[in-house]
C-alpha cells in the first residue's frame, strides 16, 4: 500500500508570502495528524482530523495557520502570512481509527522562511 | 522539562555494540512508541509498548516500561551502520496524540 505523502518536500519562501502543504493520507485512514519540527525542538503536535472533521487543533500555533480536509481525503495547511519562526519540517501521519496501533508518517515538508 | 525527554542527546558507538537510549515522560500514558528519522526523511514508527506491558521485543529492538518511574528505553543490540539515525519516544494518552521527546541522536561508526 502507498503510504502517507507529502508534498512539497521542501519550500522556501519569503517572509510574508503563503505557502500551502499537502498531505496524501493511507487510503482508508480516517484519521489524519499535522506535526511540525522546528529549529531542532520537539516534534509537537498541530491538529488532527478525524475524516474532515477537527477533532483537536490546540497545537496550532496561531490564526496564520488554517488547516482543512475537504471530503475527508487529503489535507492542506496553509501559511498566511508566512513567518521566519514558522521554519521547519512539517510532517503528517496517518492511523486506523483506534488508539494504540501506530502511526505512518510522511516525510516531511522543510519549510524555510527567508 | 518536556514530556517526553530522551537521554542521551547524542550517542556514537562502534558497530556491532548494543545501543541504549531512554526516555523519561511526566502524565500518564495508554501507549510509548518509538520512532527512526533517518537524516532528511520522515518519521518510521518502530515499536509500540501499551501502559500494561513490560517489555517488548522486535527483532533486535526491545523496549521496556517502567509506569512507576514513567521511564522507558529502547535497546539496539548488535549495531549497524543503517541504524544511524534519530530516535524519538512519543507517548498517547487519553487523546489520539502524540507527545514528542527531543531525541537521541545514534551515530554507529564502522
Known amino acids: 500500500e502507498a503510504g502517507v505523502t507529502q508534498f512539497p518536500s521542501h519550500s522556501v519562501i519569503e517572509k510574508g508570502q503563503t505557502v500551502t502543504l499537502r498531505c496524501d493520507p493511507i487510503?482508508?485512514?480516517?484519521?489524519l495528524y499535522w506535526y511540525r519540527r522546528v529549529m531542532g525542538k520537539e516534534i509537537k503536535f498541530l491538529l488532527h482530523?478525524?475524516?474532515?472533521?477537527?477533532?483537536?487543533e490546540s497545537g496550532m500555533p496561531n490564526n496564520r495557520f488554517l488547516a482543512e480536509r475537504t471530503g475527508g481525503t487529503y489535507s492542506t495547511l496553509k501559511v498566511q502570512p508566512a513567518e521566519l519562526e514558522d521554519s521547519g519540517v512539517y510532517f503528517c501521519?496517518?492511523?486506523?481509527?483506534?488508539?494504540?496501533?501506530?502511526?505512518?508518517f510522511g516525510s516531511g515538508t522543510r519549510l524555510t522562511v527567508v | 522539562s518536556q514530556q517526553g525527554e530522551e537521554d542521551p542527546q547524542a550517542l556514537s558507538i562502534q558497530e556491532g555494540e548494543n545501543a541504549t537510549m531512554n526516555c523519561s515522560y511526566k502524565?500518564?500514558?495508554?501507549?510509548l512508541q518509538w520512532y527512526r528519522q533517518n537524516s532528511g526523511r520522515g518519521l518510521v514508527h518502530l515499536i509500540l509498548?501499551?501502559?500494561?506491558?513490560r517489555e517488548k521485543h522486535s527483532g533486535r529492538l526491545r523496549v521496556t516500561l517502567d509506569t512507576s518511574k514513567k521511564s522507558s528505553s529502547l535497546l539496539i543490540t548488535a549495531s549497524r551502520a543503517a541504524d544511524t539515525a534519530s530516535y524519538f519516544c512519543?507517548?498517547?494518552?487519553?487523546?489520539?496524540?502524540?507527545?514528542f521527546g527531543q531525541g537521541t541522536r545514534l551515530t554507529i561508526n564502522p
Open positions: 509498548i501499551r501502559s500494561n506491558e
Open positions: 502524565t500518564s500514558i495508554n501507549n
Open positions: 487510503s482508508g485512514h480516517d484519521n
Open positions: 501521519a496517518s492511523s486506523q481509527d483506534r488508539v494504540g496501533v501506530g502511526y505512518t
Open positions: 482530523f478525524v475524516k474532515e472533521s477537527k477533532q483537536d
Open positions: 512519543a507517548t498517547e494518552g487519553g487523546a489520539q496524540k502524540l507527545v
